[in-house]
């Protein structure tokens, strides 16, 4: 297998007057080609990792080598100019007085000065991002949508061997944020660039990209492919940041699983006769019926979906999401009928 991208091994930081560090011994590596999110709550260590990589910041403990090199620990610190990174920021950062050619020309030389060389660059990114003729306009002329594009464009200009994207569409409403993350995946994958894209964004990161790393109190939780991610969160933080479900407690009475909704057989060893359960959203299919277990206590349309949150007797709240056209009204009655695909066991809080 050839050398990855980016490698990191054991990377700390930890700033002055804080009890913890920023980043607790991180590890991992991204090969050629590949998108890894780092997807976590806000202040979860995520953008100082992306700024680690970057050179913004010097590590306490640790690696990071780029395309082999090491760039930072090991007795190396090489400078954020000389490490073949780009980076895109989430207020775009472009210059307003130079125009999308002139600030495309500065990712690439440091100048605003247009040869011939640079043209015929700039000309194969503008294409790449989608904003061919478009060049002599000045930011302010662009939408928000466009101005985001300029920066990618003025990242990739260079060809380096990494991208760093930090929240790139936070800024950005939701209707042109869902389409240009497609976009932004397009154009990574089309330039056959690396990238490191941070964001709290659950559905946003498993749409993009290829691994999925989720972060909490500075350390690495999990990293894996999103599915992975989704379908078998290895700890109770990852199950319910990442897939927002439902942890209800279970007992163990001979093979079963016994909750407050049914009874279960769940495969693999564990210790003890008490966990929760988790049950995503979508397992959940509600069946209007008048001796039901639960009772319908709030309920948003979503578009394609609608939400419910269902009350059971013990006063335990169910989140339930559901593509039916034909909606329950709030106060109505609901047998529940569970999916037990994928169903999870977490230890239960003290």
Same mark, same amino acid.
């Given at each position: 297998m050839a050398a990855p991208t980016l490698a990191i091994s054991k990377l700390t930081k930890q700033f002055a007057n804080t009890p913890q560090p920023a980043v607790r011994e991180?590890?991992?590596?991204?090969?050629?080609?590949?998108?890894?999110?780092?997807l976590g709550p806000s202040g979860c260590g995520k953008t100082t990792l992306l700024r680690l990589i970057a050179g913004f910041e010097d590590p306490d403990q640790g690696a990071i080598a !780029?395309?082999?090199?090491?760039?930072? #620990?090991?007795?190396?610190?090489?400078?954020?100019?000389?490490?073949?990174?780009?980076?895109? +920021?989430?207020?775009?950062?472009l210059f307003p007085h130079l125009t999308v050619a002139e600030n495309i020309a500065?990712?690439?030389?440091?100048?605003?000065?247009l040869t011939a060389t640079t043209k015929e660059r700039i000309g194969a990114v503008l294409h790449l991002v989608g904003l061919e003729g478009?060049?002599? &306009?000045? *930011?302010y002329q662009l939408s928000g949508g466009q101005q985001q594009r300029v920066a990618l464009a003025r990242a990739l200009a260079p060809r380096p061997a990494l991208v760093l994207l930090d929240e790139p569409l936070s800024n950005l409403d939701v209707q042109v944020r869902s389409h240009l993350r497609q976009e932004?995946?397009? !154009?990574?994958?089309?330039? #056959?660039?690396?990238?490191?894209?941070?964001t709290h964004?659950?559905?946003?990161?498993?749409?993009?990209?290829?691994?999925?790393?989720?972060?909490?109190?500075?350390?690495?939780e999990q990293l894996d492919r999103p599915e992975t991610v989704y379908y078998e969160p290895r700890s109770r933080f990852v199950a319910e940041f990442v897939t927002q479900g439902n942890l209800i407690p279970a007992r163990r009475q001979g093979d079963l699983w016994v909750t407050e909704v049914?009874?279960?057989?769940?495969?693999?060893?564990?210790?003890?006769?008490?966990?929760?359960?988790?049950? &995503?959203?979508?397992?959940?299919?509600?069946?209007?019926? @008048?001796?039901?277990?639960?009772?319908?206590?709030?309920r948003q349309f979503l578009g394609r979906e609608?939400?419910?949150?269902?009350?059971?007797?013990? #006063?335990?709240?169910?989140?339930?999401?559901?593509?039916?056209?034909? *909606?329950?009204? !709030?106060?109505?009655?609901?047998?529940?009928?569970?999916? @037990? +695909? #994928?169903?999870?066991?977490?230890?239960?809080?003290?």
């Amino acid at each position: 297998m050839a050398a990855p991208t980016l490698a990191i091994s054991k990377l700390t930081k930890q700033f002055a007057n804080t009890p913890q560090p920023a980043v607790r011994e991180v590890s991992l590596q991204l090969y050629d080609g590949d998108i890894l999110t780092l997807l976590g709550p806000s202040g979860c260590g995520k953008t100082t990792l992306l700024r680690l990589i970057a050179g913004f910041e010097d590590p306490d403990q640790g690696a990071i080598a !780029i395309n082999g090199q090491t760039v930072s #620990g090991e007795g190396q610190d090489v400078p954020p100019e000389q490490r073949g990174v780009g980076m895109v +920021f989430q207020d775009y950062a472009l210059f307003p007085h130079l125009t999308v050619a002139e600030n495309i020309a500065f990712g690439l030389q440091n100048s605003g000065k247009l040869t011939a060389t640079t043209k015929e660059r700039i000309g194969a990114v503008l294409h790449l991002v989608g904003l061919e003729g478009l060049g002599r &306009r000045y *930011p302010y002329q662009l939408s928000g949508g466009q101005q985001q594009r300029v920066a990618l464009a003025r990242a990739l200009a260079p060809r380096p061997a990494l991208v760093l994207l930090d929240e790139p569409l936070s800024n950005l409403d939701v209707q042109v944020r869902s389409h240009l993350r497609q976009e932004l995946r397009r !154009i990574l994958k089309a330039a #056959g660039t690396s990238a490191v894209f941070v964001t709290h964004d659950q559905e946003e990161a498993l749409a993009i990209s290829d691994g999925v790393g989720v972060m909490q109190g500075g350390r690495l939780e999990q990293l894996d492919r999103p599915e992975t991610v989704y379908y078998e969160p290895r700890s109770r933080f990852v199950a319910e940041f990442v897939t927002q479900g439902n942890l209800i407690p279970a007992r163990r009475q001979g093979d079963l699983w016994v909750t407050e909704v049914g009874a279960f057989a769940l495969e693999g060893e564990w210790d003890g006769s008490e966990a929760d359960l988790m049950i &995503r959203q979508e397992q959940i299919e509600l069946l209007p019926d @008048p001796e039901g277990l639960g009772v319908v206590s709030d309920r948003q349309f979503l578009g394609r979906e609608q939400s419910y949150q269902v009350q059971l007797p013990s #006063g335990t709240t169910l989140k339930v999401r559901t593509i039916t056209h034909h *909606p329950l009204a !709030i106060s109505t009655k609901v047998a529940l009928k569970i999916d @037990p +695909f #994928g169903l999870q066991r977490f230890p239960s809080l003290e």
